[in-house]
Nanobody, 116 residues
Framework: QVQLVESGGGLVQPGGSLRLSCAAS????????MSWYRQAPGKKRELVAT????????SNADSVKGRFIMSRDNAKYTVYLQMNSLKPDDTAIYYC?????????WGQGTQVTVSS
């Protein structure tokens, strides 16, 4: 079955950086675009970034443009989210998403906290 496992979250000071990883299994990874979402306390889950199956095209939410970079390694079945110049507003649980099956698949999430 499809599995998505995020890692790399933690506590970081404003202006710092983190790199999130999402290891995928159970489907033909390179056939699917992948996305990162996030959900802050009391807010709706929002799309952060998407990358095409081959990795040649990405898109980012306006709130993270110029700061976050999404990439993938199809040989390792892994996507990444490099987060730079982090702000307190970036504090959220970050989820990996794959549009597999009828409803798509989600990871369990990884907590990112930006605080001094």
């Amino acid at each position: 079955q499809v599995q998505l496992v995020e890692s790399g979250g933690g506590l970081v000071q404003p202006g710092g950086s983190l790199r999130l990883s999402c290891a995928a299994s159970g489907f033909t990874f390179s056939n699917y675009a992948m996305s990162w979402y996030r959900q802050a306390p009391g807010k709706k889950r929002e799309l952060v970034a998407t990358i095409s199956g081959a990795g040649g095209a990405t898109s980012n939410a306006d709130s993270v443009k110029g700061r976050f970079i999404m990439s993938r390694d199809n040989a390792k079945y892994t996507v990444y989210l490099q987060m730079n110049s982090l702000k307190p507003d970036d504090t959220a649980i970050y989820y990996c998403y794959a549009p597999t099956g009828r409803f798509g698949s989600w990871g369990q999430g990884t907590q990112v906290t930006v605080s001094s």
